[in-house]
């Protein structure tokens, strides 16, 4: 099992900034992949971002390229997302997600709300 833990949503003007974290716990000796969701009011979930836990590599909504940022710090077991030039149609709850090994994304976290304000 693996546990998720997210931090650092809130309210922010549009044209903002927030990072928010993930710290991952438990059986996170095989992680593979991690990523982050959204889901807005009435929405389905959307996926945002997604990050190869061994290479670094990361890949993206096409929608969010060049504004939404995921990195990782491996000792912490911690991903980011960065979110720069807020609109408020990204309000939404943010969810982080991890797929071990050749897994799907099994995991998420409890989510983080994230308001943009105009």
């Known amino acids: 099992q693996v546990q998720l833990v997210e931090s650092g949503g809130g309210l922010v003007q549009a044209g903002g900034s927030l990072r928010l974290s993930c710290a991952a716990s438990?059986?996170?000796?095989?992680?593979?992949?991690m990523g982050w969701f959204r889901q807005a009011p009435g929405k389905e979930r959307e996926f945002v971002g997604g990050i190869v836990w061994g290479s670094g590599s990361t890949y993206y909504a096409d929608s969010l390229k060049g504004r939404f940022t995921v990195s990782r710090d491996n000792a912490k077991k911690t991903v980011y997302l960065e979110m720069n030039s807020l609109k408020p149609e990204d309000t939404a709850v943010y969810y982080c997600t991890a797929a071990l090994g050749t897994g799907q994304f099994d995991y998420w976290g409890q989510g983080t709300q994230v308001t943009v304000s105009s």
């Open positions: 438990g059986r996170t000796f095989n992680l593979n992949h």
